[in-house]
């Protein structure tokens, strides 16, 4: 590519960049003088009124609803796929994807809801029950052995897969037991992963920011922007 198609390129993408950056502030814009009529109180009192009103409701029910809703089904699909193992002879292709097709729902299911129960145990902490705790424990307990499981019969797919859910270390032993193409995979889903979180970040930073909701939210939303960024380019730096 010589120094003139670059520029090309360039000046394209700066244009795209010009007229996102030109919507968002007439977005942001939009939102603030809506925000500005609303008579008594500010924009983000009303919506917290509103959210708590809401949450007062739905919270006594947000764990059960959390374990009815994810971690039964979770369960369904795990002895789905302990079912096709049992008839998997150990080479056939098919089998071995639809079982890691059945097992990565079930990692998704677990990992939804873990922090729908964070959630839910945060709005009542002030008057949080004993039987609500012991709702939270059972459920975060019960996906971490949903997982476990999960992570057993991986590894009896694939005995030279090593680490258990339990075990601190656990991400850094399973990574360094995969092999090549594996590693190659989790670096691709992992630099999606950051590239969402930086977008992320930077729509809530603009909602914060036209709410008024005070420098603490914004902060701790900058906070995780920056060290998703730092610890991506030290990665890269290595």
Same mark, same amino acid.
């Given at each position: 590519?010589?120094?003139?198609?670059?520029?090309?390129?360039?000046?394209? &993408?700066?244009? +795209?960049?010009?007229?996102?950056?030109? @919507?968002?502030? @007439?977005?942001?814009?939009?939102?603030?003088?809506?925000? +500005?009529?609303?008579?008594?109180? $500010?924009? &983000?009192?009303?919506?917290?009124?509103?959210?708590? *009103?809401?949450? *007062?409701?739905?919270?006594?029910?947000?764990?059960?609803?959390?374990?009815?809703?994810? @971690?039964?089904? &979770?369960? =369904?699909?795990?002895?789905?796929?302990?079912?096709?193992?049992?008839?998997?002879?150990?080479?056939?292709? *098919?089998?071995?994807?639809?079982?890691?097709?059945?097992?990565?729902?079930?990692?998704?299911? %677990?990992?939804? +809801? !873990?922090?729908?129960?964070?959630?839910?145990?945060? %709005?009542?902490?002030?008057?949080?029950?004993?039987?609500?705790?012991?709702?939270?424990?059972? &459920?975060?307990?019960?996906?971490?052995?949903?997982? #476990?499981?999960?992570?057993?019969?991986?590894? =009896?797919?694939?005995?030279?897969?090593?680490?258990?859910?339990?075990?601190?270390?656990? #991400?850094?032993?399973?990574?360094?037991? %995969?092999?090549?193409?594996?590693?190659?995979?989790?670096?691709?889903?992992?630099?999606?992963?950051?590239?969402?979180? *930086?977008?992320? %970040?930077?729509?809530?930073?603009?909602? =914060?920011?036209?709410?008024?909701?005070? @420098? !603490?939210?914004?902060?701790?939303? =900058?906070?995780?922007?920056?060290? +998703? $960024?730092?610890?991506?380019?030290?990665?890269?730096?290595?």
């Amino acid at each position: 590519m010589n120094k003139k198609e670059l520029k090309k390129e360039n000046r394209k &993408a700066f244009l +795209s960049l010009i007229v996102v950056m030109i @919507l968002s502030g @007439l977005g942001g814009g939009i939102l603030g003088v809506a925000s +500005s009529f609303l008579e008594g109180s $500010t924009f &983000a009192e009303k919506l917290q009124m509103t959210a708590t *009103q809401i949450f *007062q409701r739905i919270v006594p029910w947000g764990i059960p609803a959390t374990a009815v809703g994810l @971690l039964i089904p &979770a369960i =369904l699909l795990l002895q789905k796929a302990y079912k096709n193992f049992k008839r998997w002879d150990g080479e056939e292709e *098919q089998v071995a994807e639809r079982i890691d097709r059945i097992l990565n729902k079930v990692l998704l299911l %677990c990992s939804l +809801s !873990v922090p729908l129960c964070i959630f839910f145990i945060s %709005c009542i902490r002030t008057n949080m029950s004993g039987i609500m705790f012991v709702e939270f424990l059972a &459920a975060v307990f019960v996906a971490m052995g949903i997982q #476990q499981k999960v992570v057993d019969l991986i590894r =009896l797919m694939n005995p030279e897969k090593k680490g258990s859910v339990y075990e601190f270390k656990f #991400q850094k032993k399973w990574f360094d037991s %995969c092999d090549e193409a594996e590693r190659k995979k989790i670096g691709e889903a992992s630099y999606k992963s950051y590239k969402a979180t *930086q977008m992320s %970040c930077m729509i809530l930073w603009l909602i =914060l920011y036209v709410m008024d909701v005070g @420098l !603490v939210p914004i902060f701790v939303v =900058l906070l995780i922007f920056c060290i +998703s $960024t730092i610890s991506y380019m030290m990665e890269a730096i290595k």
